[in-house]
């Protein structure tokens, strides 16, 4: 979402979040499909494939300039806790 600007945030968050329904649609279509073919092996096999996609984008797509500027800046998650914060 750093990408986007401003005021196209919105839209493009609802966007992002509505794709939930797309993939219930496709593993719909897998069922009606792909399940009298291959049985349930065969879906799960095909399930597969937004995985391996999944990390291939992962591993390829750099982070944004923002978030290598602002790595390490921030307090660790255990350092949350610590005396200094509370008292």
């Not at 069922?31 to 092996?41: E, G, H, Q």
């Not at 996609?53 to 307090?75: A, L």
Request: aromatic share 14%.
């Amino acid at each position: 979402m750093e990408q986007v600007f401003p005021k196209n945030r919105g839209k493009a968050t609802t966007m992002v979040r509505s794709a939930w329904s797309l993939g219930v649609l496709l593993a719909i279509s897998f069922m009606v499909f792909l399940y009298p073919r291959v049985s349930w092996r065969g879906c799960f096999i095909a399930t597969l494939l937004p995985v391996l996609s999944t990390v291939h984008i992962i591993r390829r797509i750099e982070e944004t300039q923002r978030w290598q500027e602002n790595k390490g800046n921030h307090k660790t998650f255990i350092g949350l806790f610590s005396r200094k914060i509370f008292f």
